[in-house]
């Protein structure tokens, strides 16, 4: 049963669903005292074949995680040491994917929600104004034509 999986990788790092095309399983072995998020583990490939076929990602099957390969180096018997980095978007996209979130903070001010308070962005004395037309069925159309409701927030 090989531990490691070997990928492709051509999507950004700050995305979640990764864009990654399967090359290769192996068995690997770790360094002792293997960190969860940046473990060395040492495997036996040519680093040609790894070059060519632009190896960049790995799947360890022991932690359930993806990592970026970051470096390699080549040691005796044709044995390489990949060094790795978890990449914690893609090891853990479900949960974040099944997770809701309340953004207080946003740079595009069109997605702002007014009603947080938030002490890095400055307090506008601007009013918010919104009109709803109301359904006709509730009134009598021929006594109050095109009735609408008025809100306003904020403002002096």
């Not at 998020?37 to 022991?62: F, M, Q, R, S, W």
């Not at 099944?98 to 400055?122: M, Q, Y």
């Amino acid at each position: 049963m090989p531990n490691l999986v070997l990928y492709k990788n051509i999507s950004d790092n700050n995305k979640i669903n990764k864009d990654i095309t399967f090359i290769d399983e192996r068995q690997c072995t770790f360094k002792e005292g293997v960190s969860l998020d940046t473990p060395i583990v040492t495997i036996n490939y040519d680093v040609g074949a790894i070059v060519e076929k632009h190896l960049n990602y790995c799947y360890l099957a022991n932690f359930g995680r993806y990592y970026y390969i970051n470096d390699i180096v080549c040691l005796s018997g044709g044995l390489l040491e990949l060094h790795l980095k978890c990449d914690v978007l893609m090891s853990f996209k479900d949960s974040i994917i099944n997770t809701n979130f309340l953004i207080n903070r946003c740079s595009n001010k069109n997605w702002r929600n007014p009603d947080l308070v938030d002490s890095e962005v400055k307090l506008s004395n601007d009013a918010i104004i919104s009109y709803k037309l109301i359904d006709d069925t509730c009134f009598n159309v021929g006594e109050y034509p095109n009735v609408y409701i008025m809100t306003v927030a904020g403002g002096a």
